[in-house]
């Protein structure tokens, strides 16, 4: 009986943590490089729209190896348009404790840097650090042999 209980609680232990190899293990650049689909949440913006309002953006980021990126993305803004195919470009920066800060410029004339936690090989989270416009996200892997097949099964 105690065999089980020891057993059952590193199960529990390793699921919760990972594995000591993932535990003890570095991030960087080459970990992330690939491509990348996003999602906010509903943000405050104040891009000098005529309403200072709440916003959300939908896109793909491309991450090379050197951490450089660039993708585009659409957004809603309140009591306004909605902004297609923003394009935008900047660069990753990885720390080894899976912090880092994502630097970039938009087609619409705005840059910013955000702070990101790599939580695995296929998620990240972001958040500005502007605050003026408050942003958090998600960002997902997109598995290469899926693209254009609608579906991503990691």
């Known amino acids: 009986m105690k065999r089980q209980a020891l057993a059952i609680t590193a199960i529990a232990f390793f699921a919760l943590t990972g594995t000591p190899s993932e535990a ?3 991030c960087s650049i080459k970990d992330i490089a690939g491509k990348w689909i996003f999602a906010t949440g509903v943000g405050r913006q104040s891009l000098g729209f005529p309403s200072d309002g709440d916003m959300t ?3 793909t980021m491309n991450i090379e190896r050197d ?3 660039s993708g585009t993305f659409d957004a ?3 009591d306004f348009a909605p902004l297609l195919s923003v394009t935008y470009f900047g660069y990753v920066q990885v720390n080894p404790d ?3 800060t994502i630097t970039f410029a938009t087609s619409a004339e705005s840059s ?3 702070s ?3 939580i695995n090989r296929r998620e990240i989270l972001g958040m500005s650090q502007d605050p003026a416009n408050l942003w958090t996200y998600q960002i997902r892997r997109i598995a290469a042999n899926l693209v254009g097949h609608g579906r991503d099964s990691d």
Do not use: Q
């Open 76 to 78: 809603t803004v309140e």
């Open 112 to 114: 910013r840097t955000d």
């Open 57 to 59: 953006a939908l896109g």
């Open 67 to 69: 951490g450089s990126l």
């Open 24 to 26: 003890n293990a570095a």
């Open 98 to 100: 899976c912090t880092g």
């Open 116 to 118: 990101i936690a790599i």
